[in-house]
């Protein structure tokens, strides 16, 4: 790991990867990804037989090209990558390293981590050294708030560490790492000791410790707060940025890559210098994005569909940036609700949840809402100092009858969630559909 490297990429993504249009930007994308195509054919098994050749100048279009799935990726991980890494052998040294919460080892110097997931369903993700270079230099550049001659001590809450984030450490930038599996107590302690001036956590970790902020067990004024990993629900974002007095900024991270980041107005911008999105829309302005990274060559990904939901934003962001500017990122494609419109199933997107629970009540602290088959939704509920379950309940027979919808039997538990390592979701469906 190379410490000049980088700062070459910081200053290239800092001063010299910016587009003033959108058409700038987008000849710049068509200019890198057909140069990426033409390194894939030539390197990954895998595309080379999906597409039917080894030669870009064959591909009339590279957009109708077929898509791929996370499935498609894991089951092709050994003839995808570029590598030449074995699929069971790249398992067992990321479950190895999460066991022992030892996240250094790798192959070949390649970083090797795995996503969160069901034991089955868990996608494995490597980083090569000069990507990992990369991504240090591009997210210093897109995050820190000042120049990166400023000092600066990043405090970082994962659920597993990967040598993938310890590269930025250096003389002026300090990084801790957070494990979510160990007590939040001694966090607390840490961080009082630490003084972080960024704070990077899921949305379920900031608000807790907003909550120990103002307990007065918290004892740190982090100059900018970063929420990562899950959804940032309005509720969690109002408590999270008034109680540290800021702006909470988000990073939308997954498995297959650094895809957005919020701009100094906190407008999530999709990184549309790094990789090209393609917009299925589901809605007037949800869409599912499909991805094409053309700065990642070890386990490249080429029109690869997510199962996430993102709202563009109407109005451009006074920030200038030509990168697509999104409103929200809705949660993943798994958690739209559906019910019955006489015969037919139709979908609910998880924002009107969100928003039937928040308009309700000002008593509601917390919650969860879980569809748990097509005529039943479950209402955890963390209530403030009073009770307004009917309230709650005329709010979602509203969204319902405005859709048209049958009223589902809606049951009160109590809010039973703790952060940890399980991934806070507050709008969930839990039956397939
Ligand atoms: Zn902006």
Redo the contacts with the bound molecule.
């Keep these: 790991m190379s410490v000049l490297s980088i700062v070459k990429e910081y200053i290239i993504q800092k001063h010299f990867r910016h587009f003033k249009t959108r058409e700038q930007l987008k000849k710049y994308q068509e200019k890198m990804m057909k140069k990426h195509l033409q390194f894939v054919l030539q390197h990954s098994v895998f595309y080379r037989d999906y597409y039917g050749t080894d030669n870009v100048a064959e591909i009339a279009d590279w957009r109708k090209l077929p898509t791929i799935d996370k499935t498609l990726m894991m089951d092709q991980f050994s003839q995808l990558n570029t590598v030449g890494l074995d699929k069971d052998q790249a398992f067992s040294v990321a479950m190895k390293a999460e066991e022992k919460r030892d996240f250094s080892p790798t192959i070949k110097g390649i970083t090797i981590g795995l996503s969160s997931g069901t034991s089955g369903n868990r996608g494995l993700f490597i980083v090569s050294p000069e990507e990992r270079e990369r991504w240090a230099g591009v997210i210093l550049a897109k995050l820190l708030p000042g120049s990166i001659l400023e000092k600066q001590r990043i405090a970082f809450f994962l659920r597993a560490n990967s040598n993938l984030y310890t590269t930025t450490q250096s003389k002026r930038i300090e990084f801790t790492f957070y494990d979510l599996l160990d007590s939040f107590h001694d966090h607390v302690l840490r961080l009082n000791d630490f003084q972080p001036s960024i704070l990077v956590a899921p949305p379920s970790v900031l608000r807790f410790l907003a909550k120990a902020s103002l307990e007065g067990r918290l004892k740190c004024s982090p100059q900018k707060i970063i929420s990562v990993a899950e959804v940032l629900d309005p509720l969690d974002e109002k408590f999270i940025g008034e109680v540290f007095k800021q702006k909470v900024h988000q990073v939308y991270q997954c498995t297959e890559g650094f895809l957005g980041c919020?701009?100094?107005?906190g407008?999530i911008?999709l990184n549309e210098d790094l990789l090209i999105v393609e917009r299925e829309y589901i809605g007037d302005r949800q869409f599912m994005p499909i991805i094409s990274d053309f700065s990642r060559k070890s386990q490249p990904i080429i029109r690869y569909r997510l199962n996430d939901i993102l709202t563009e934003k109407q109005e451009p962001?006074?920030?200038?940036?030509p990168a697509l500017?999104l409103e929200k990122i809705e949660g993943r494609s798994d958690d739209i609700f559906y019910f019955y419109k006489g015969e037919e199933k139709i979908p609910l997107f998880p924002d009107f949840i969100r928003r039937a629970v928040i308009t309700a009540s000002e008593e509601i602290e917390e919650y969860r809402v879980i569809q748990s088959a097509i005529d039943v939704i479950e209402l955890q509920i963390k209530w403030k100092e009073k009770k307004e379950e009917e309230r709650l309940r005329d709010s979602f027979k509203d969204v319902f009858q405005k859709f048209g919808v049958k009223v589902p039997y809606i049951e009160f538990k109590d809010y039973d969630f703790r952060p940890g390592v399980q991934k806070l979701r507050r709008v969930e469906r839990r039956f397939r559909c």
């Design positions: 919020t701009c100094e107005h407008t911008h962001c006074p920030c200038g940036s500017a």
